[in-house]
């Protein structure tokens, strides 16, 4: 594999085409922005974290039977994974109350929910990613309602394992964004990462914010937390 032409420069990583025009390599950078690029800063080490961290659950899941665009980690911040078609849309899934979901429903953060929701954001940085449902997905031509169900049952499959993985490390999964995208085939894989960046960690008994929140609302130990959930999945 030989790494190839910049694709795509992202916020958080960035994307380089490969020797086989079916493969990528991502990179993973320390860049973390939030409030939809407002806010922007470096978080020391994150890309290495990051790219651990989604290798291990991106592992996982291939065991239990969940297709990614997972290849292999080729370096500290590289990984090399399928090229794919990628669906226009964020994918929430939520466990418990927080985040934007504090104001929207009016329930305290911490709340559990009885059963998980799944939301879709359109990835457009210059709208701010809104929320969509599946008449805006349909209208915009965005995906099928059969890439929608296949995008959901994946999803909540994604949810329940990761929840069992985390659980027996004292972390409890309270919300989550995941993307897919279409392989050649036109099978729908999960993609992109899952990481404290895109995902909400709590420690299971003190509650403590182990993930990009830190960042976010400048609670300090942003590092040490992203350390903590590395550490916790994989030591
Ligand atoms: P953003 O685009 O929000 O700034 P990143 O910095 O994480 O996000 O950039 C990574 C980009 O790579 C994202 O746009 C993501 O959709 C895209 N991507 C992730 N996995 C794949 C893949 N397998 N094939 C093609 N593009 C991908
Ligand atoms: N999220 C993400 N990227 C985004 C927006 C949200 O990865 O652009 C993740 C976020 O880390 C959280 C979940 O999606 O785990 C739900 O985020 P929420 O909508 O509550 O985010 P907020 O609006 O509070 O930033």
Redesign the pocket.
């Given at each position: 594999m030989t790494k190839g032409n910049l694709l795509y420069e992202g916020k958080a990583k960035s994307v380089f085409e490969t020797s086989n025009p079916d493969e990528l390599l991502v990179y993973f950078k320390d860049d973390a922005t939030?409030g939809n690029g407002e806010k922007h800063g470096i978080i020391q080490g994150k890309g290495v974290m990051n790219n651990k961290i989604s290798t291990f659950f991106f592992k996982q899941l291939k065991d239990r039977g969940i297709a990614t665009h997972f290849i292999e980690a080729v370096s500290d911040r590289e990984m090399l994974v399928k090229r794919l078609d990628m669906i226009k849309l964020?994918i929430?899934i939520?466990n418990i109350v927080?985040?934007?979901?504090v104001k929207r429903l009016g329930m305290a953060e911490g709340t559990p929910l009885s059963v998980p929701i799944i939301?879709y954001?359109y990835k457009s940085d210059e709208l701010g990613?809104p929320m969509f449902n599946r008449w805006h997905i349909m209208a915009l031509n965005l995906a099928t309602i059969n890439e929608m169900n296949a995008i959901e049952h994946i999803s909540l499959s994604v949810n329940t394992i990761m929840r069992s993985i985390l659980k027996a490390k004292n972390v409890d999964l309270?919300?989550?964004?995941l993307e897919f995208g279409r392989a050649k085939n036109g099978e729908i894989l999960l993609a992109d990462e899952i990481s404290p960046?895109?995902?909400?960690f709590w420690d299971s008994e003190t509650q403590e914010k182990l993930?990009?929140d830190r960042f976010?609302h400048d609670l300090g130990g942003v590092e040490e937390a992203y350390q903590e959930i590395l550490n916790r999945l994989t030591l």
């Open positions: 939030a964020e929430v939520r927080a985040g934007s979901l939301e954001d990613d309270i919300d989550f964004k960046d895109n995902c909400r993930d990009k976010r």
